[in-house]
């Protein structure tokens, strides 16, 4: 990150706080110098709080701390964008975010999240960790079946028939992934390389 210019703002610059996982953007704050060195060097997300007028970490008093995955300045480097974990909700209303309710859009980066965890705690009662346990061959064979049975419904005419077998393939193929050491996002990296071939 480049150095933050914060004599624009009368020493304040405005801070965009977003999921690292799904990109729901959570909440605009502030901070001034003192609220950014903090936040780097404790890794939870410190604003400088205008009407209380002192510096303010997201979550002293209800647990919901932001945990730092990645700070990063504008190309005028006089706003800042940090990527978090959210320990919880973020709104003082209860809501994922100030912007309104949690968003399906990027769940699948959440969801590769809690596959791994699975995997990683190796919680036994969990069907993602069993299945992964069984090996690379017994989660292609997976994958091929929920494939064939979307095939299926594709043929008939029942949408949310349809809507739950890709959501059982793709679920299954992200354990794929996994077991290879491939992320969604490789894939993603893939698709972004071959479109940009063709422009």
């Known amino acids: 990150m480049e150095q933050i210019d914060f004599t624009k703002g009368n020493g304040l610059v405005p801070v965009v706080i977003q999921d690292n996982s799904t990109l729901q ?17 404790g890794k939870k997300v410190t604003f400088f709080s205008r009407s209380k007028n002192r510096l303010w970490t997201k979550g002293e008093t209800s647990g919901n701390y932001l945990i ?11 706003s800042i964008l940090i990527r978090v974990d959210p ?3 973020v709104c003082h209303t209860g809501s994922t975010s100030c912007f ?3 968003t399906s859009k990027g769940f699948i980066y959440e969801l590769e999240h809690i596959i791994n965890q699975r995997i990683k705690k190796n919680t036994e009662e969990s069907y993602t960790n069993k299945l992964y346990k069984k090996g690379i061959n017994k989660i292609a064979q997976k994958v091929g079946e929920e494939a064939v049975e979307l095939i299926i419904e594709a043929k008939d005419d029942n949408i ?8 059982d393939l793709l679920y299954h193929f992200l354990i794929l992934l996994k077991s290879k050491n491939v992320t969604f996002s490789n ?3 893939v698709l972004k390389k071959r479109h940009e071939k063709k422009k």
């Open 25 to 41: 953007v959570l909440m605009v704050g502030y901070m001034n110098e003192e609220a950014l060195a903090k936040t780097k060097k």
């Open 68 to 78: 730092v995955e990645e700070i990063l300045s504008d190309c005028d480097n006089d």
């Open 87 to 89: 320990a919880g909700p």
């Open 100 to 102: 309104g309710d949690e």
């Open 160 to 167: 949310e028939l349809f809507q739950n077998e890709a959501a």
């Open 187 to 189: 894939i993603e990296y």
